[in-house]
T-cell receptor, first 112, second 110 residues
Framework: DGGITQSPKYLFRKEGQNVTLSCEQN?????MYWYRQDPGQGLRLIYY???????QKGDIAEGYSVSREKKESFPLTVTSAQKNPTAFYLC???????????FGNGTRLTVT | EDQVTQSPEALRLQEGESSSLNCSYT??????LFWYRQDPGKGPEFLFT???AGEEKEKERLKATLTKKESFLHITAPKPEDSATYLC???????????FGSGTRLSIRP
């Protein structure tokens, strides 16, 4: 079955450490996205990529970095510069820019 | 300011009690309005896309409608398994992206 795989489901890190969240899709979608979800808030866009080797900052990109070396993969690195990294992170993909998003089941990151 | 606002924040209904969820938006160049369902600890699941005012989509007990300023998600005779958070999102060309509302937490009591 086609879909988006995010790993790990839960991730724990110490403050000051960088951490990379994995996102893989086998839907053959061109566009991929990273969103952050905090309790009681909507999804906020961190980064998105419309094509391999190209990506753009979303609304809250500070303290995060991404790469898009392969169509299937869009890893997100949460750096030590991110002031409040504890959150639920969601990866999504779509066929094209304004098509419906298909989401993974998220990674819950806790930084202490 | 580009914005998507959902109301109410939370809604508790008795099984079989129909109601509506609201999503209002202020963006330029609407390219699509999306409804998603999200269960706790899971990623959102796509329900509907609406593209133009007057359009309607239905799926089981859910019906989504769209006007020039807002969308409604009507839930007819809901069941406990309809309990979830319902998210609205808007894709628009003036900023070339999709933004989400903060969601409505729906709880259906047996």
């Amino acid at each position: 079955d086609g879909g988006i795989t995010q790993s790990p489901k839960y991730l724990f890190r110490k403050e000051g450490q960088n951490v990379t969240l994995s996102c893989e899709q086998n839907l053959n979608h061109d566009a991929m996205y990273w969103y952050r979800q905090d309790p009681g808030q909507g999804l906020r866009l961190i980064y998105y990529s419309q094509i391999v080797n190209d990506f753009q900052k979303g609304d809250i990109a500070e303290g995060y970095s991404v790469s898009r070396e392969k169509k299937e993969s869009f890893p997100l690195t949460v750096t030590s510069a991110q002031k409040n990294p504890t959150a639920f992170y969601l990866c999504a993909s779509s066929i094209e820019k304004y098509s419906p998003l298909h989401f993974g089941n998220g990674t819950r990151l806790t930084v202490t | 300011e580009d914005q998507v606002t959902q109301s109410p924040e939370a809604l508790r209904l008795q099984e079989g009690e129909s109601s509506s969820l609201n999503c209002s938006y202020t963006v330029s160049g609407l390219r699509g309005l999306f409804w998603y369902r999200q269960d706790p600890g899971k990623g959102p699941e796509f329900l509907f896309t609406l593209y133009s005012a007057g359009e309607e989509k239905e799926k089981e007990r859910l019906k989504a409608t769209l006007t020039k300023k807002e969308s409604f998600l009507h839930i007819t005779a809901p069941k406990p398994e309809d309990s979830a958070t319902y998210l609205c999102a808007v894709g628009y060309s003036s900023a070339s992206k999709i933004i989400f509302g903060s969601g409505t937490r729906l709880s259906i009591r047996p």
